[in-house]
């Protein structure tokens, strides 16, 4: 079955350091994939995605995202944390969600 | 881009009622989509609405409850019909164009006593 999964509910992460919120999916072919983010009691707000092309692209915040077609992965990833940075964060894949990775960010 | 425009923002409404949100684009969409969201938790696929034909619902959601109406490319509807608290959930209303990222409003809070 097709699925995208997020394998953490929640990532603790000190100010200034680097941050990776992980995902993975099983989707035949060659799937769009995107980061969207959501910020408490705001709506979803798109971050990166990946279409075709280099494997590391670059979206909204200082976000980046790596996908690897071998580890069927789409890692989020930001160099420095900023508590700003906290929120609820969703992985999709061709109209599937993930569960979500609530991102804590502390100073 | 795409800008769209959820209302209401927030209802309390009494169980048995039915309440119709509206969403409403900034510019022609093809497709429409309405999810249901539990706070803090994934967002679930209700129905797929295209101008022009029936909405397409997910497993777990029919029409008699989720009365879906797309009269033009800018404008849907989403009834929730018969509330029971289980319906207490977030809204939202979302617009793709072709494979592109997808837009979301606000979402609609709905509690149901």
């Known amino acids: 079955a097709q699925s995208v999964a997020q394998p953490e509910d929640q990532v603790n992460v000190a100010e200034g350091n680097p941050l990776t919120v992980k995902c993975t999916y099983s989707?035949?072919?060659?799937?769009?994939l995107f980061w969207y983010v959501q910020y408490p009691n705001r709506g979803l707000q798109f971050l990166l995605k990946y279409i075709t092309g280099d494997n590391l692209v670059k979206g909204s915040y200082g976000f980046e995202a790596e996908f690897n077609k071998s580890q069927t992965s789409f890692h989020l990833k930001k160099p420095s944390a900023l508590v700003s940075d906290s929120a609820l964060y969703f992985c999709?894949?061709?109209?599937?969600w993930g569960a979500g990775t609530k991102l804590i960010i502390k100073p | 881009s795409a800008v769209i425009s959820q209302k209401p923002s927030r209802d309390i409404c009494q169980r048995g009622t039915s309440l119709t949100i509206q969403c409403q684009v900034d510019?022609?969409?093809?497709?429409m989509f309405w999810y249901r969201q539990q706070p803090g938790q994934s967002l679930t696929l209700i129905a797929t609405?295209?101008?022009?034909?029936?909405?397409?619902?997910e497993s777990g959601f029919v029409i008699d409850k989720f009365p879906i109406s797309r009269p033009n490319l800018t404008f849907s509807t989403l009834t929730v019909s018969n509330m029971s608290p289980e319906d207490s959930s977030i809204y939202l209303c979302?617009?793709?164009?072709?494979?592109?990222?997808?837009?979301f409003g606000q979402g609609t809070r709905l509690t149901v006593v």
């Open positions: 979302s617009v793709r164009t072709g494979v592109t990222e997808a837009f």
């Open positions: 999709a894949v061709e109209g599937r």
């Open positions: 510019s022609q969409v093809t497709m």
């Open positions: 609405a295209n101008q022009g034909s029936e909405a397409t619902y």
């Open positions: 989707v035949s072919g060659n799937p769009y």
